[in-house]
C-alpha cells in the first residue's frame, strides 16, 4: 500500500501545473526520486527472493523425506514437492519446478517468478526476476549406518594403515568431521563399503585400495544415540578385581558394577552372565590367553581410568542385551571425561601413536586380539578413540556390529567386518543405526 500511494503521489507531481512544478523539481533532484525508488525495489525483492526460499527448501526436505518411503516413483515426489512449494509461494504467478538426482538420494526444487517494480513505472526495463534453488539429500538411502565418527572438525577421524581392512557391504560409513584429510586410508589399507562419507575431504595414500571414492561435504549426520539414558549404576560389586588363570582357572561374573575396572589373565577363562556391567574408573583388560565370553551383555565404562585393552592372545565372544537399559549396546561409556588414563599398552612391542593435535580428552580402547570374531551389538563411544590392531579378522562371525565413536583407527592389517544380517539375531538394532538411517534428512546446499 505505501508502495501504490507514492507511486500516486508522483504521478500528481508530474501532472502538475504552473510554477509549482518548477519549484518543487527545482528543490527535489529526479536522481533522488529514483534512488529511493530504487531502494524500495530493492527490499521488496528481498523480502520475496526469501519467501520463495524457504518454500524451495520446505519442498526439498519433503522430498528427501517421500524418497525414503518404499514405492515411491520419481514423478510421485516430484509432485510433492512442486505442491508443498506453490502452497507456501502465495501467488499464482511463481514457477516451481522438481527433479530427482539419478542416484535417487536427492530432490532438487527450483522456483522462478517475475516481479513488477516501481521503477518500472517511469523507466522502461524488463520485469524483474526473482529465482531460487534448494536440495534435499536423504542420508544413507542405499546403505545402513555401520561406522560413524562423531569428531567435527579434526584430521584422520577415520584412519586405516598398515593393511588394515574394513569389510562393510551395503553399509555406510562416515566421518562428521570437516577436516579436508577427515577419511584418510593409507600403506596399503583397503575400505569395502557402500558408500564412505566425508564432511570435510579424504586423504588416499601409498597403496591405498576403495570399493569407491570417499563422498566429500557430506551433511553432518547428528549422534544417533545421544539421547540413549545411561543404565543404572550400583554400589561396587567387586573393586579392583583380577582373575588370575593360575588361581582361578575358570569364572561365572554376575551383572553389577566393578570398581576400578576387571582384569582378566593367565589363561583365566570367565563368562559373563546376561546384564549390564558397570567398569567404573578402571579399564576391562583382558590378556595372556584370558578369555572372555558373554550372551547378551553389556559394559559401561565411567570414570577418566575407564577403557579397554582385549590384547594378543585374548579370546573374546560377547553379545548385547536384548532388552533392558543396554538393549543393543554392546559398549557405551559416560559421554564426559577430563583426564583419561589409557589402559596398559599390552604385549605390542610399540604402543599406538598419539591421536590427532588439538584432539579432546578420550578413553581409549584398544582391540588387539586375534580371536575376537563375535562382537554382536552396538559399540558406543562418544568420549571414546578406538584402535583396532589386531593381525586376524574382528566381528567377522557377529550377525551385525555399529560403531559410533569420536575418532576411529586401524592398524597391522587387522580386517574389521561390519556385517547387516540383522534379522540373524534377537538382539535389537538401537534406532538411528543399522536398518533406521535412511529416515535422515536434510538440506545439501
Do not use: W
Request: charge should be positive; proline fraction near 7%.
Amino acid at each position: 500500500m505505501r508502495n501504490i500511494a507514492l507511486i500516486a503521489t508522483i504521478r500528481r507531481i508530474i501532472k502538475g501545473t504552473g510554477g509549482n512544478v518548477a519549484v518543487l523539481f527545482s528543490l527535489v533532484s529526479p536522481v533522488l526520486i529514483l534512488s529511493s525508488l530504487a531502494a524500495l525495489d530493492y527490499t521488496s525483492l528481498t523480502r520475496r527472493q526469501t519467501v520463495l526460499q524457504a518454500a524451495v527448501d520446505s519442498a526439498a526436505l519433503a522430498g528427501a523425506r517421500e524418497l525414503g518411503l518404499a514405492g515411491a516413483t520419481n514423478s510421485r515426489i516430484e509432485s510433492v514437492a512442486r505442491s508443498i512449494a506453490l502452497s507456501k509461494t502465495d501467488n499464482q504467478g511463481t514457477t516451481v519446478t522438481a527433479k530427482i538426482s539419478s542416484d535417487r538420494t536427492e530432490p532438487q526444487v527450483s522456483a522462478e517468478e517475475r516481479v513488477q517494480t516501481i521503477l518500472e513505472h517511469f523507466v522502461s526495463s524488463d520485469q524483474s526476476t526473482v529465482k531460487v534453488q534448494a536440495t534435499g539429500k536423504l542420508l544413507g538411502a542405499n546403505a545402513k549406518l555401520c561406522m560413524l565418527g562423531l569428531d567435527a572438525n579434526k584430521s584422520d577421524i577415520i584412519h586405516l594403515h598398515k593393511k588394515a581392512q574394513i569389510t562393510a557391504p551395503g553399509c555406510l560409513v562416515q566421518a562428521n568431521s570437516t577436516d579436508e584429510q577427515a577419511v584418510h586410508i593409507e600403506d596399503n589399507a583397503q575400505v569395502t563399503a557402500d558408500r564412505v562419507c566425508s564432511g570435510g575431504g579424504y586423504k588416499l595414500g601409498k597403496g591405498a585400495q576403495m570399493s569407491r571414492n570417499p563422498e566429500t561435504d557430506c551433511p553432518v549426520i547428528k549422534d544417533p544415540l545421544a539421547s540413549r539414558a545411561a543404565p543404572p549404576m550400583s554400589g561396587c560389586t567387586a573393586r579392583d578385581m583380577q582373575i588370575d588363570g593360575a588361581k582361578t582357572p575358570t569364572a561365572v561374573l554376575t551383572p553389577g558394577t566393578y570398581c576400578g575396572g576387571l582384569k582378566i589373565t593367565n589363561n583365566a577363562a570367565v563368562t559373563r552372565l546376561s546384564g549390564s556391567y558397570g567398569i567404573d574408573n578402571g579399564p576391562l583388560v583382558v590378556d595372556h590367553g584370558g578369555a572372555l565370553s558373554g550372551t547378551n551383555v553389556g559394559f559401561y565404562f565411567t570414570g577418566d581410568k575407564g577403557g579397554l585393552l582385549f590384547d594378543v592372545k585374548s579370546t573374546i565372544s560377547l553379545t548385547a542385551p536384548k532388552d533392558g537399559s543396554m538393549a543393543g549396546l554392546l559398549f557405551f561409556e559416560n559421554r564426559s571425561v577430563s583426564a583419561p588414563v589409557d589402559p596398559p599398552t599390552g604385549e605390542k612391542p610399540t604402543p599406538p601413536p598419539p591421536p590427532p593435535p588439538g584432539s579432546p580428552p578420550m578413553r581409549v580402547y584398544r582391540i588387539v586380539s586375534d580371536n575376537a570374531r563375535n562382537l554382536l551389538g552396538t559399540i558406543y563411544l562418544p568420549a571414546g578413540r578406538i584402535i583396532v590392531d589386531a593381525n586376524k579378522p574382528v566381528a567377522d562371525r557377529s550377525a551385525y556390529t555399529v560403531i559410533v565413536a569420536r575418532q576411529i583407527e586401524l592398524f597391522d592389517g587387522p580386517n574389521l567386518y561390519l556385517n547387516v544380517n540383522y534379522s540373524g539375531t534377537d538382539v535389537p538394532v538401537p534406532s538411528g543405526v543399522g536398518p533406521g538411517t535412511a529416515s535422515q534428512i536434510t538440506l545439501a546446499r
